[in-house]
């Protein structure tokens, strides 16, 4: 067996490599070669190569609007995507056109997950396995494609992406009268800046006038934004009292 060979110093092939799955031959090569305080190889421990060079994962709220809670009944209105710690937001929404023509919301699906291919860790709340978010997405994923609608981005597949999900986080290390967003910015941040659901809104978007759908769009859409800028606020807060897993998206 190859002796293991140590240093302080990264080559520039292997710098923002956060997630194994994504190392190419050449960087799955150095992973092996190297070892880390524990004399194994960085290939089997990962998590020492992370901490040793001191790379830190791209995270991103995320947050959608649907029609409906059901993935096969309903589809996704707009979604908006928060960088962690960067005042930077992304969004899309359907519009008129999506609609007539048939493609629904494959065309904003194809924009989402060409953003969220962006991050190494996306932070949702209530939105991980079994809830809705990332499960309603995947969904329309694998609904639209199966159909021939679907023509963008292949949605990430198992432990090519983490998440985080401040439902969770709440829910372990809070003892408050209710785990929803708005309830968990109030109690640790002192402010609510979320809006409320309006129902005559989201029906505006399938059964309104021209001029009904716009306003509701930017309702809904301000809705989304202000979700994940109350989401990165409740996740930084929350951060430093659990333990943040490499739990697949």
Not at 103 to 120: M, N, P, V
Not at 138 to 143: A, F, N, S
Not at 236 to 242: D, H, I
Request: some cysteine.
């Amino acid at each position: 067996m190859e002796k293991l060979r140590y240093t302080d110093s990264l080559p520039q092939y292997m710098q923002g490599l956060v997630n194994i799955r994504h190392a190419n031959a050449t960087q799955y090569q150095w992973l092996y070669e190297h070892g880390c305080p524990h004399r194994h190889r960085y290939s089997t421990h990962f998590s020492c190569f992370l901490s040793k060079f001191n790379i830190q994962e791209k995270k991103a709220g995320l947050d959608i609007e649907a029609g409906g809670l059901d993935s096969d009944f309903d589809i996704m209105l707009s979604w908006a995507i928060k960088t962690i710690n960067k005042d930077e937001y992304f969004y899309d929404h359907v519009i008129k056109d999506d609609l007539d023509s048939g493609i629904s919301d494959a065309r904003i699906l194809s924009t989402l997950i060409e953003t969220l291919k962006g991050y190494d860790r996306i932070v949702t709340h209530y939105g991980n396995a079994g809830r809705f978010d990332v499960p309603f997405i995947r969904g329309r994923y694998l609904w639209l494609k199966a159909r021939k609608v679907y023509e963008g981005p292949d949605f990430p597949i198992y432990g090519e992406m983490y998440q985080s999900d401040t439902y969770t986080f709440a829910k372990r290390c809070l003892k408050i009268h209710s785990r929803r967003q708005n309830s968990i910015a109030k109690a640790i941040l002192g402010v609510d800046i979320k809006t409320k659901i309006d129902n005559d809104y989201w029906l505006a978007i399938k059964y309104g006038t021209k001029q009904q759908r716009n306003d509701a769009i930017k309702y809904i859409v301000d809705h989304n934004l202000r979700d994940t800028e109350q989401l990165e606020g409740n996740y930084l807060a929350l951060l430093p009292y659990v333990k943040e897993v490499r739990s697949s998206i």
